[in-house]
């Protein structure tokens, strides 16, 4: 039998979203800032290959905004999925709420006094 009541969990996967949210947020952040640095580099690449720095230095600044703009996009990726595995997290506790709650209701509605049941007759064997 499981140690998580609907309300323990539907409080845990709300908490779990607006941490999910702030966190792909502030990756969604980075992401940016990564490629704003990424195109500095680039434009760095340039003027020290105008200014007759040697190929192979030239060639490794833009290998780096390369490896830049993998990460940058990377990030952004990493903050979709986050949000996908959030709406995921919510749907399966929306269907969790519906189920319970129902059940909750018809326990609420019955007028048969429960208050001494023996939970563990209600446990499917």
Same mark, same amino acid.
């Given at each position: 039998? $499981?140690?998580? /009541?609907?309300?323990?969990?539907?409080?845990?996967? /709300?908490? !779990?979203?607006?941490?999910?949210t702030? @966190?792909?947020?502030?990756? *969604? #952040?980075?992401? !940016?800032?990564?490629?704003?640095?990424?195109?500095?580099?680039?434009?760095?690449?340039?003027?020290?290959?105008?200014? #007759? &720095?040697?190929?192979? $230095?030239?060639?490794?600044?833009?290998?780096?905004?390369?490896?830049? @703009?993998? &990460? $940058? =996009?990377? %990030? =952004?990726?990493?903050?979709?999925a %986050? @949000?996908?595995?959030?709406?995921?997290?919510? =749907?399966?506790?929306?269907? =969790? *709420?519906a %189920?319970?709650?129902?059940?909750?209701?018809? &326990?609420?509605? %019955?007028? &048969?006094?429960?208050?001494? !049941?023996? *939970?563990?007759? !209600? /446990?499917?064997?």
């Amino acid at each position: 039998m $499981s140690d998580i /009541t609907n309300k323990q969990l539907q409080a845990a996967v /709300t908490a !779990l979203g607006k941490t999910v949210t702030r @966190d792909a947020e502030a990756i *969604r #952040g980075a992401a !940016l800032a990564i490629h704003e640095d990424a195109q500095d580099t680039a434009h760095v690449a340039e003027q020290i290959a105008g200014l #007759g &720095v040697d190929p192979a $230095s030239v060639a490794e600044t833009r290998e780096l905004v390369k490896v830049m @703009d993998g &990460v $940058s =996009a990377a %990030s =952004a990726a990493y903050a979709a999925a %986050s @949000d996908t595995t959030f709406r995921t997290a919510t =749907a399966a506790v929306d269907q =969790a *709420r519906a %189920s319970h709650d129902g059940i909750q209701e018809a &326990v609420n509605r %019955s007028t &048969v006094d429960v208050t001494h !049941l023996n *939970r563990q007759w !209600l /446990t499917p064997e």
